[in-house]
């Protein structure tokens, strides 16, 4: 199971319980105004207009490429999508090369596990040698919680700071166009703010760490999370690094429409999220993560697409 697929599990009985709340293309149809000044698209939907932000969780199955691609050129060619995030090996990849010939920004995910190398260094150099063009890269996901349900070791906070710090002392030396994202932080609840604190306590400052060349990565799924990180971010933070929620959504395709509308304005005006990445185009088939997805049965010739789907490629 690709780790960013991961992290659904660990809280999604979290979220089910504790969870009530539910830019722009030139050539866009013209259900699709201008971008808003909370840097969300305005899409017309049947519940009316709603806020979206072009970014997308995709995870790497070859076998799903196909649907993949039909999906993909759908959301492009309504300004829909502007980049996706992937977690990135170190071999040829079939759907990291699709999603480039599109012309869509992939942003890559290292894998936990690879944290735990004793020359991280090295390891940089292999993921980076191996996805050319890849500009922006993820130092891991959610580190402290979700390992063991992939079979690895959860990694303390402490820990994973020494390993960033010793990726993003390398990355300035050796490969300065590159942009880092620290590890998303975990969805649901308080935990996730605690750890932003930590890391800030650990190095995660601008006197140590470059806003310019770091953005800070958080997924949120429920409405306490919402609340923790808004005063994490305010207060360890101080405004002084993007925020990109790198995970959010919800559980029942019919209702996908309800909590973008709902959601994503406050993920924009509370936490200043300069990106927001739906989890996910596809999550599998089987419940309970397959509810998240946008497209269904994308291995096969009968593909179908999820309600806020069909609204963003305007086949509604």
């Known amino acids: 199971m690709n780790l960013v697929k991961a992290a659904v599990p660990v809280f999604l009985v979290v979220f089910l319980a504790g969870c009530n709340s539910k830019f722009t293309s030139p050539s866009a149809p013209s259900s699709i105004s201008s971008t808003s000044s909370n840097g969300l698209i305005p899409v017309d939907t049947p519940e009316g207009q709603?806020?979206?932000?072009?970014?997308?969780?995709?995870?790497?199955?070859?076998?799903?490429?196909?649907?993949?691609?039909?999906?993909?050129?759908?959301?492009?060619?309504?300004?829909?999508?502007?980049?996706v995030r992937l977690s990135i090996g170190v071999n040829p990849n079939r759907v990291t090369q699709m999603i480039k010939s599109l012309d869509i920004e992939v942003f890559g995910s290292i894998p936990n596990e690879r944290l735990f190398d004793s020359n991280i260094e090295q390891t940089m150099d292999m993921y980076i040698s191996f996805n050319p063009g890849v500009q922006i890269i993820q130092i891991g996901n959610e580190v402290s919680t979700i390992n063991k349900s992939a079979g690895f070791s959860n990694m303390p906070i402490e820990d994973y700071m020494?390993?960033?710090?010793?990726?993003?002392?390398?990355?300035?030396?050796?490969y300065p166009h590159l942009t880092l994202v620290t590890q998303s932080t975990f969805g649901a609840g308080s935990y996730g703010a605690d750890e932003l604190r930590k890391m800030s306590e650990l190095g995660l400052k601008p006197d140590r760490i470059?806003?310019?060349?770091?953005?800070?990565?958080?997924?949120?799924?429920?409405?306490?999370?919402?609340?923790?990180?808004?005063?994490?971010?305010?207060?360890?933070?101080?405004?002084?690094?993007?925020?990109?929620?790198?995970?959010t959504g919800i559980s029942d395709p019919a209702r996908q429409i309800y909590h973008v509308g709902s959601f994503y304005p406050r993920l924009a005006s509370s936490l200043g999220a300069e990106r927001i990445y739906w989890y996910a185009l596809w999550s599998g088939d089987t419940p309970p993560d397959s509810g998240f997805s946008l497209i269904f049965n994308p291995r096969g010739p009968n593909q179908t697409y999820s309600p806020l789907f069909k609204a963003l490629a305007g086949t509604e």
């Open 50 to 83: 709603i806020g979206w932000s072009p970014y997308i969780v995709v995870h790497d199955d070859g076998s799903a490429i196909n649907g993949y691609e039909t999906a993909l050129k759908l959301l492009k060619s309504r300004g829909m999508v502007r980049g």
């Open 162 to 174: 020494k390993a960033f710090l010793k990726i993003y002392d390398h990355v300035q030396s050796k």
């Open 210 to 247: 470059s806003p310019q060349k770091v953005v800070v990565a958080i997924n949120v799924y429920t409405d306490s999370a919402l609340a923790s990180y808004a005063s994490a971010i305010n207060r360890y933070l101080g405004g002084k690094y993007r925020i990109w929620v790198t995970e």
